[in-house]
């Protein structure tokens, strides 16, 4: 089986980016291993629709990206299916939101959806004053965040090991726009 870690974000407005962040932390924090499924890692940054013929080749396929809830507050975590998208859900908070949820909807339409579930969090700045600096909030998420996905890539038969374990969230949003994913598409 092959599974996608994609995030989305505009990595220069703040809590926005946290998905492109988030993936770039997970690669190089983590390996990952399995003799049946081979996982790819992509920072699909604000792209969208062009990302439709790589979304495609995949089993499955993680999205990683902030989302807006009813009731909800800065840091808070869901990881759900999208096919089942919890109504409390609102994909409004930013431009791209808008262009993943249409992406994703246009695929399935076709009938070429993977299985997808979303790794969301609830931002608190999104703004134009250019910086990748992340908030508190979405900072002591990370834990949160990570421990959803690893258990899941290990439901999914997936060893994950821990390759560099100092590495921070705050590290990697200064450094993930010039930083190569090691773990890119192998399809």
């Known amino acids: 089986m092959n599974i996608l870690i994609l995030g989305i974000g505009n990595i220069l407005f703040q809590d926005e980016g946290m998905g492109a962040h988030f993936i770039h932390y997970l690669d190089e924090k983590y390996e990952f291993k399995s003799d049946k499924n081979s996982v790819s890692i992509v920072d699909g940054g604000t792209l969208a629709q062009r990302l439709i013929p790589l979304i495609v080749k995949f089993d499955k396929v993680i999205v990683v990206d902030c989302i807006d809830a009813n009731n909800s507050k800065p840091g808070d975590v869901y990881f759900f299916d999208f096919e089942n998208m919890p109504n409390s859900i609102d994909w409004q908070g930013s431009a791209h ?34 910086t990748f600096e992340l908030s508190e909030e979405i900072i002591n998420a990370i834990p949160t965040m990570e421990h959803t996905i690893v258990n899941y ?12 374990k100092d590495i921070t969230i705050t590290q990697i949003a200064q450094v993930s726009y010039k930083r190569e994913i090691k773990n890119d598409p192998k399809i």
Do not use: A, H
């Open 153 to 164: 890539l290990k439901e999914l038969g997936v060893e994950v090991e821990i390759v560099n």
């Open 97 to 130: 939101e808008i262009e993943m949820l249409q992406t994703l909807n246009m695929i399935q339409l076709n009938g070429d959806l993977p299985q997808t579930q979303v790794l969301g969090i609830i931002p608190k700045r999104i703004d134009d004053d250019t």
